[in-house]
């Protein structure tokens, strides 16, 4: 169906009332107007309010063109009014949007300078701890009786935790600031392999957790950084044996997957992460068992710090998981030709 042409008086609503107002019409005249209006649009003849005007002879069409026009151009000044202020708005919550986006950067920064300060900070102390508690334990100040050795031990222990947690929270900050730097070389990962057992077979015989291990034999050199890969291992197998119970086991695998990728995959038989977390996981600071009596431990920083170290070495971790069965998660590194330890 075609549209009637637009007219001036069409785009000018309640007309009657300015028409009233400038003191064209009476009130009076705009009732009978609008009766008259709507008894022909009953007997199906509708027709605009000026024409009503008009026809009435309350105004001729000059006056109604003139009276019009000149509500059009009062409508567009209160438009180019209204549109200049909205911008006006628009550019001050921009700026203010901006000057909120520099501030959360800046505390951002903040946040990270204090972590990576604070951290070092600690290191230091924790240092002497670890030195003096070592020649404790050594009896090179004067010979212990067990329970005093036993007290020392869980002194170890601790500390051993803390100094982890506080290696954690420097990777931490390097990866916010994006300086997560690696140290790149060929190296041995089957040797690597074996120091990592060795280090996490306390922690699975305290739990009663079946730790083994799994090299295929040959494996050719990799590159990566010895000392970030070591540690990316051992917060897997760390989580392996941690979310597992006593008499699961956990297995930590090295194989070629082709001539040029070694795969590396830490297995346990532990609770199974559900589906709909899977992404969550790596996120830093979160962690499944956000309860106030969470009994596993730990700040939730492992696998976002795993994340970023596979990151920068061109890697992805790919995970599987079973709730209540079990987990594995894997990841692959570039083979390299060198085989001699100095090439
Ligand atoms: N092998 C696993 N089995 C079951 N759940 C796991 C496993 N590995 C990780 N998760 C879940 O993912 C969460 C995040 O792991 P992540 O290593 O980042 O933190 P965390 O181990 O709790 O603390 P941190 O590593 O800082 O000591 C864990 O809290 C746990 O809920
Ligand atoms: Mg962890």
Redesign the pocket.
Known sequence: MAQPPLTPEMLVPRLGEYLVQQGHISEDDLKHALAYQQEKAIAGNSLLFGEVLTEMGLLNRAELDQAITKQIIQFRTALENANRYLEQRVEKRTAELQEALRKLAELNQLKSNFVANVSHELRTPLTHIKGYLELLVVEALGTLTEDQKNALLVCQQASGRLESLID?LILFSQSAHGELTLKLGSIDISKVAVEIINLSKAKALEKGVKLSAQIQPGLPRVQADEEKISWTIL?LL???I??TKKDDSVTLSINAETNELIMISVM?T????PEEKMDK?FESF????GSSTRH?????????LVRNILDAHGSLIDVKSVVGKG?TFKFSLLAVETTSEHP
């Open positions: 954690n917060q760390d989580n392996a941690k979310f346990d532990g609770i199974g992460i996981i979160h962690q499944l068992d596993y431990g730990g700040t939730g920083l492992g696998l976002a987990s």
